[in-house]
């Protein structure tokens, strides 16, 4: 997980005025914030854990940015991340970093399964167990089949986005450069670390049942989704980070879906969760 950002923190400064300029940038960080929220509220907390409920055209507009992640589609995702929640860092965990047991060679090889290594083993997860109510969604359904379509998308919106605004084709290349590939791998690298970092290092305040931990130093670029304890804890919850110093920007976003009206039944930590995490 480190070595991505230490990458892109050294090249950036290199390259700027050269293959990357300030337009880059910021199409990287609009482009990553949609399809991160995408991921952590859509993908996760409104389709897995149906932290709340939301009316059909965000809920449509959620699968369809969290598709554009190209972490694949709404439905099996999902149906991974519930049996992940189901076997929680036991036999059947699709990315348990602690299924080689102890020593720090059966630690590293563990981080590395966890981390990116699951993704290139066969899959069993069955999204007709796991994930029947969004096979049950014509919605879900469409989205799922388009995944291939939402993917080129996430990569042609920056390159015409910067032949656009440019007027260049250099500016179309950098632009799919740093706004797509970058930006791409980035977010693939924050949400693949919640299943590795944050099952190996951090505090474990709301509960001991597996070894999910809350890791703050990607709590924001996350979206939230490293206060990782606490959700596991409370799977239902539309909030991760549980106290006022976790910032959890998932859930400032869901709140204001629930102001507009957008989202209603959203499932807010109840006081006696609270207490549980204040020593955190």
Request: glycine share 8%.
């Amino acid at each position: 997980m480190i070595s991505p950002p230490l990458a892109l923190g050294i090249a950036v400064p290199m390259l700027w005025g050269h293959a990357v300029s300030l337009l880059d940038i910021v199409l990287a960080a609009i482009f990553y914030v949609v399809t991160g929220f995408g991921i952590a509220v859509g993908y996760h907390r409104l389709f897995t854990h149906r932290s709340f409920q939301a009316v059909r055209w965000l809920k449509i507009l959620l699968a369809s940015t969290g598709s554009m992640a190209v972490e694949g589609s709404v439905v099996g995702w999902v149906a991974i991340h519930r049996r992940h929640h189901v076997f929680s860092d036991k036999p059947g965990d699709p990315h348990s970093p602690h299924e080689y047991g102890p020593g720090p060679g059966a630690q590293l090889r563990g981080f590395v399964h966890a981390h990116v290594g699951w993704l290139f083993k066969v899959d069993p997860t069955s999204a007709e167990r796991y994930a029947p109510d969004l096979l049950a969604d014509a919605d879900t359904v469409i989205i799922s089949r388009l995944f291939p379509i939402f993917a080129v998308l996430s990569l042609a919106a920056p390159f015409f986005l910067g032949w656009t605004i440019t007027g260049a084709l250099s500016g179309a290349l950098t632009a799919f450069l740093w706004a797509g590939l970058a930006r791409m791998m980035l977010l693939h690298h924050v949400t693949w670390s919640v299943n590795s970092i944050c099952h190996m290092f951090g505090s474990k305040p709301a509960t001991q049942k597996d070894c999910s931990t809350n890791f703050a130093p990607l709590g924001v670029i996350s979206f939230g989704e490293a206060w990782h304890n606490f959700h596991h804890a409370f799977p239902r919850s539309a909030r991760h980070g549980a106290l006022a110093h976790q910032v959890d920007p998932g859930a400032a976003l869901i709140r204001l879906f629930e102001r507009a009206g957008w989202a209603t039944d959203v499932h807010w930590p109840t006081p006696a969760q609270l207490a549980i995490c204040r020593s955190d």
